[in-house]
């Protein structure tokens, strides 16, 4: 009888248990949860903030899957250690679990700064985080959003849908500036100060003091003041890869083959702790996404159990909704370097935005913005393009 | 399971599916008012003198269902068909990027095809004149295998 540990309690997690239980009924498969609760969508965090989903909707599975699916869950711990020589996860009590194959689905956790300023701060990960934000905002709290990438601009959008008020201070030129090119942040960053939120970019959250009257106030790096009665870091996210060998691991993550293999048998790594092929920079990267993490964790899955599948490989993309405005965008679409063997088409309107990115005749990008209804094609073009001829 | 198989190329574009689609959905009893019928769930299109019919083929491994973050799509065990619960979903444009059928539209919430799954065939299918839609439910379970190779997946891509 195999047995199989799994690091972390989410959806790559879960999908890789599923997987492993699809082909083998008999082995012991045990997980191990940071959190004290079932796995929630942790992407629907901004819609529970926003209103948009109840707390039993966020829930991936139930009481009676894990029941069906036989798996021995340890709630409220974490690994600290695999011991590769005895094939042993280590816990934080010490208690020791054997294993045959290991899965590190261990997500991330949020990249904070919360030493430098003395007023309630968080990062957006958990639902307890979640809650915080949302009694700080119902007590009429100012609430100040550190970091323009799409964590910040779905709390953005959030909070304003909910009524409350929200300000950006973004330390790059311009919101979204990992994911847009300039033209695309500059529609978006306009239709959201349109919808009353307040964005501030190119600068950076100095110190928070308190004034005479007790209030607490923001001070910027170019020296203004704003009221602020909590930070939110939404600022990227690291991986949890501490009890990983660290010659497995890249800066941001576990280095894994097609197999979503790491580099030391029989242990695995899926979802957002994983750094995988993607396609288009041709190059390892640690794409955070929710549909790779559930691809990364079946075939995990399906591979610990004794399969042989092949990931075809990552495609950075990402689509949200901005107060209205659909933006979908996937592959190269902000080049910073190399420009010269990028090719674009560009079409502009009034209320539609849409780029094709090509490189050598190939598409490598697109961003869509307004009408995304082409972009499950496109997509379907770019994996096509590039292909890797195996 | 049903399979669904679209050949745009004999699409004349009468947007016959498109009707029969939007009264099939709109037949409940003391509702019959033509602006109470709802959107049709097949999408017609026409571009360059070439028609597009956009519906979902209710993939035998889809992304879509990978991709949603909501758990809103799932696969209906007993009949194969891709379906959507339209209260938990939220309306973030997953699907959308994922389907390379285009199968999807977003109001509110996502609309996409139920495969009729009180007629024998979906109507859709029945209606066109052309055969440009067709649509097959066959008895019981095929293996994933055979069901690949009969469903048009030429472009998907989907994982196994």
Same mark, same amino acid.
């Given at each position: 009888m195999k047995k199989y540990v799994i690091l972390g309690n989410s959806i790559a997690a879960l999908t890789a248990v599923r997987a492993i239980r699809s082909m083998d009924k008999e082995g012991q498969v045990t997980v191990v949860s940071a959190e004290n609760h079932l796995p929630y969508s942790k992407v629907l965090l901004t819609h529970y903030i926003a209103g948009h989903v109840k707390v039993n909707n966020m829930y991936l599975t139930s009481p009676e899957e894990i029941k069906r699916l036989g798996v021995n869950v340890i709630y409220g711990t974490k690994a600290v250690g695999i011991n590769i020589s005895t094939r042993e996860v280590i816990l934080e009590n010490g208690r020791c679990i054997a294993f045959d194959s290991v899965l590190?689905?261990?997500g991330g956790s949020p990249v904070s700064e919360s030493d430098s300023v003395n007023c309630i701060s968080t990062g957006l990960?958990?639902?307890e985080d979640a809650n915080l934000i949302i009694k700080t905002a119902n007590s009429g709290g100012k609430i100040l959003i550190a970091g323009g990438g799409l964590v910040g601009v779905k709390l953005a959008c959030a909070l304003n849908e909910a009524g409350y008020n929200a300000e950006m201070v973004i330390k790059s030129g311009h919101i979204l500036s990992k994911v847009a090119d300039d033209e695309a942040a500059l529609r978006i960053q306009l239709h959201m100060q349109s919808k009353g939120i307040c964005i501030r970019t190119g600068v950076d959250i100095e110190r928070v003091e308190e004034d005479d009257h007790g209030r607490k106030i923001a001070v910027l790096s170019d020296g203004q003041k704003t009221e602020c009665d909590m930070v939110v870091y939404c600022k990227g996210v690291r991986p949890n890869m501490h009890f990983i060998d660290k010659s497995a691991c890249d800066r941001d993550g576990i280095i894994t083959n097609k197999f979503m293999m790491a580099q030391m048998p029989g242990i695995y790594a899926a979802g957002d702790v994983a750094c995988t092929m993607e396609i288009t920079e041709n190059a390892y990267h640690n794409i955070s996404i929710w549909p790779n993490a559930v691809e990364q964790g079946r075939i995990a899955g399906l591979n610990m159990a004794g399969g042989k599948y092949e990931y075809r490989g990552s495609l950075s993309r990402n689509s949200l909704e901005i107060l209205g405005l659909p933006f979908i965008r996937m592959g190269?679409?902000?080049a910073k370097g190399a420009q010269k063997e990028l090719d674009y088409e560009i079409e502009s309107e009034n209320n539609t935005y849409k780029k094709l990115v090509y490189r050598k005749g190939k598409m490598v990008g697109a961003l869509l913005l307004g009408d995304v209804y082409e972009a499950g094609r496109l997509q379907s073009v770019i994996r096509e393009n590039n292909k890797k001829l195996t | 399971m049903l399979t669904i198989k679209v050949d745009e190329s004999k699409c004349t574009g009468c947007g016959k599916c498109a009707a029969v689609c939007s009264l099939s959905h709109g037949m409940e009893k003391g509702k019959r008012s033509i602006d109470l019928l709802p959107k049709p769930l097949v999408f017609l299109e026409s571009r360059d003198q070439k028609n597009s019919i956009s519906i979902c083929r209710h993939c035998e491994s889809?992304?879509? &269902?990978?991709?949603? &973050?909501?758990?809103?799509?799932?696969?209906d065990d007993?009949?194969?068909v891709v379906g959507i619960d339209r209260e938990k979903c939220v309306g973030c444009w997953s699907c959308v990027m994922e389907c390379p059928f285009n199968a999807f539209r977003i109001s509110t919430s996502a609309a996409?095809?139920?495969?009729?799954s009180d007629w024998d065939k979906p109507l859709c299918a029945s209606f066109c004149p052309e055969g440009a839609i067709t649509a097959e439910r066959s008895p019981g379970r095929m293996s994933a295998f055979k069901r690949r190779k009969r469903a048009v997946l030429s472009n998907c891509g989907g994982t196994r």
């Amino acid at each position: 009888m195999k047995k199989y540990v799994i690091l972390g309690n989410s959806i790559a997690a879960l999908t890789a248990v599923r997987a492993i239980r699809s082909m083998d009924k008999e082995g012991q498969v045990t997980v191990v949860s940071a959190e004290n609760h079932l796995p929630y969508s942790k992407v629907l965090l901004t819609h529970y903030i926003a209103g948009h989903v109840k707390v039993n909707n966020m829930y991936l599975t139930s009481p009676e899957e894990i029941k069906r699916l036989g798996v021995n869950v340890i709630y409220g711990t974490k690994a600290v250690g695999i011991n590769i020589s005895t094939r042993e996860v280590i816990l934080e009590n010490g208690r020791c679990i054997a294993f045959d194959s290991v899965l590190a689905a261990t997500g991330g956790s949020p990249v904070s700064e919360s030493d430098s300023v003395n007023c309630i701060s968080t990062g957006l990960r958990t639902i307890e985080d979640a809650n915080l934000i949302i009694k700080t905002a119902n007590s009429g709290g100012k609430i100040l959003i550190a970091g323009g990438g799409l964590v910040g601009v779905k709390l953005a959008c959030a909070l304003n849908e909910a009524g409350y008020n929200a300000e950006m201070v973004i330390k790059s030129g311009h919101i979204l500036s990992k994911v847009a090119d300039d033209e695309a942040a500059l529609r978006i960053q306009l239709h959201m100060q349109s919808k009353g939120i307040c964005i501030r970019t190119g600068v950076d959250i100095e110190r928070v003091e308190e004034d005479d009257h007790g209030r607490k106030i923001a001070v910027l790096s170019d020296g203004q003041k704003t009221e602020c009665d909590m930070v939110v870091y939404c600022k990227g996210v690291r991986p949890n890869m501490h009890f990983i060998d660290k010659s497995a691991c890249d800066r941001d993550g576990i280095i894994t083959n097609k197999f979503m293999m790491a580099q030391m048998p029989g242990i695995y790594a899926a979802g957002d702790v994983a750094c995988t092929m993607e396609i288009t920079e041709n190059a390892y990267h640690n794409i955070s996404i929710w549909p790779n993490a559930v691809e990364q964790g079946r075939i995990a899955g399906l591979n610990m159990a004794g399969g042989k599948y092949e990931y075809r490989g990552s495609l950075s993309r990402n689509s949200l909704e901005i107060l209205g405005l659909p933006f979908i965008r996937m592959g190269i679409t902000n080049a910073k370097g190399a420009q010269k063997e990028l090719d674009y088409e560009i079409e502009s309107e009034n209320n539609t935005y849409k780029k094709l990115v090509y490189r050598k005749g190939k598409m490598v990008g697109a961003l869509l913005l307004g009408d995304v209804y082409e972009a499950g094609r496109l997509q379907s073009v770019i994996r096509e393009n590039n292909k890797k001829l195996t | 399971m049903l399979t669904i198989k679209v050949d745009e190329s004999k699409c004349t574009g009468c947007g016959k599916c498109a009707a029969v689609c939007s009264l099939s959905h709109g037949m409940e009893k003391g509702k019959r008012s033509i602006d109470l019928l709802p959107k049709p769930l097949v999408f017609l299109e026409s571009r360059d003198q070439k028609n597009s019919i956009s519906i979902c083929r209710h993939c035998e491994s889809p992304v879509c &269902v990978n991709a949603c &973050v909501a758990n809103a799509l799932y696969i209906d065990d007993n009949t194969g068909v891709v379906g959507i619960d339209r209260e938990k979903c939220v309306g973030c444009w997953s699907c959308v990027m994922e389907c390379p059928f285009n199968a999807f539209r977003i109001s509110t919430s996502a609309a996409k095809c139920d495969g009729c799954s009180d007629w024998d065939k979906p109507l859709c299918a029945s209606f066109c004149p052309e055969g440009a839609i067709t649509a097959e439910r066959s008895p019981g379970r095929m293996s994933a295998f055979k069901r690949r190779k009969r469903a048009v997946l030429s472009n998907c891509g989907g994982t196994r």
